[in-house]
């Protein structure tokens, strides 16, 4: 029997989670675990998606557990409505499936209107802050060890004092000027956190980084 499409087994595992997250009482963030794990053992690598899937995936998890706020509702929410964009892209137009990951390839970063303050001075939240503080942190745990010790303290020494555009910048130079390999699924969430905060800076020495083959 003839396997079937990579593509074709991620499409119909996004339309059955999306019915289950749509239908009255479930829970979201036990579905989208759920998801995680399923996207990972019965989705082929070769998919076109899969990488897009796993960390739309993760990444709504991970907002549950975003700090001071009622992120189980704002999980659910965000949750509900991946499903329902989903459940409302023509699958059988690749076009139309790209542009749907596209537009999900990080909720939290999609959500950033929640994390300003309303009280009209335009400030970002803590949250927002500690989640920005977070991505780079791990960003250095996974190729810190590839960063020369002066260029990793310089920027542990900018996220200390709340610098986090420059200590993107200085991960991202970091990593082009030392021709550190890196995947692209890191690539793509540096990319998201260098439009987050606005850096043609980091954006620029992003395109220089080696990518990570296998």
């Given at each position: ?28 963030y036990d579905i989208g675990m759920d998801t995680l794990g ?159 905060m606005g850096s043609e800076c980091a954006q620029r020495d ?9």
């Amino acid at each position: 029997m003839a396997s079937l499409d990579p593509d074709s087994v991620l499409n119909t595992l996004m339309t059955d989670v999306a019915v289950r997250v749509l239908a009255p009482g479930c829970d979201t963030y036990d579905i989208g675990m759920d998801t995680l794990g399923d996207v990972y053992r019965r989705v082929p690598a070769t998919a076109t998606h899969a990488d897009a899937a796993y960390i739309l995936w993760a990444e709504l998890t991970d907002i549950d557990d975003a700090p001071r706020l009622s992120a189980p509702k704002l999980a659910a929410a965000l949750t509900k409505l991946v499903a329902r964009e989903w459940l409302a892209t023509d699958v059988s137009d690749p076009n139309a499936v790209t542009a749907y990951f596209l537009r999900w390839a990080s909720p939290m970063l999609l959500t950033r209107e929640l994390f300003e303050e309303s009280d009209g001075d335009n400030e970002w939240r803590p949250e927002y802050y500690a989640y920005l503080e977070r991505e780079i942190q791990r960003i250095l745990r996974v190729q810190g060890e590839h960063i020369p010790a002066p260029d990793r303290d310089a920027i542990r020494e900018y996220l200390a004092v709340a610098e986090f555009g420059l200590a993107l910048e200085h991960v991202t130079s970091a990593l082009g000027e030392h021709e550190v390999a890196t995947t692209e699924r890191e690539l793509r969430r540096l990319g998201w956190l260098a439009e987050l905060m606005g850096s043609e800076c980091a954006q620029r020495d992003i395109v220089t980084i080696p990518v990570l083959e296998g």
